[in-house]
């Protein structure tokens, strides 16, 4: 892995079988962002996909052994359960030309995996919610308005 960063964007490099969300949660963890929206492409394989199904409440997993062009991988970092926690979806292509995505649940990095990371000082948190069954980003602060 390398990086860079400059004010509020990082720029990080993730190097060839590296592990996409135990790095990114390394970095952060390094660099204590605890508030950030993340961007990234690349190629990607050994990948674990879900999606959420509400009725069910929980996730219906995909798993996509080849290399898949990481057209889109877009997240937000809060915290959760005390921790700092990145969430992340993404959009992928295979040899077909055609797109998958969701949830990503793992991965590793099959050629590259270019992320940006924008930070904020806003104080988010992952809280449970009963009706969804599943950790919500919230913000914190007081003041805060409801919509």
Same mark, same amino acid.
């Given at each position: 892995m390398k990086s860079s960063n400059?004010?509020?964007v990082?720029?990080?490099?993730?190097d060839i079988n590296e592990d996409v969300i135990s790095t990114i949660t390394k970095y952060l963890i390094d660099n204590n962002i605890i508030s950030a929206t993340l961007s990234a492409i690349g190629v990607i394989k050994n990948i674990e996909i879900g999606y959420y199904d509400l009725h069910a409440g929980k996730y219906l997993v995909?798993?996509?052994?080849e290399? *898949? @062009?990481l057209l889109s991988l877009t997240g937000n970092v809060g915290i959760l359960n005390g921790e700092i926690h990145p969430h992340i979806h993404v959009v992928l292509s295979g040899k077909?030309?055609?797109?998958i995505g969701?949830?990503?649940l793992k991965a590793k990095v099959g050629v590259t995996c270019e992320l940006f990371i924008n930070t904020s000082? *806003? @104080?988010l948190e992952r809280l449970y919610d009963d009706n969804i069954k599943l950790n919500l980003l919230t913000p914190l602060k007081a003041g805060v308005k409801k919509c």
């Open positions: 400059s004010n509020n990082h720029f990080v490099k993730l995909k798993q996509i052994e290399d *898949m @062009e077909d030309l055609n797109c969701g949830h990503l000082n *806003m @104080e």
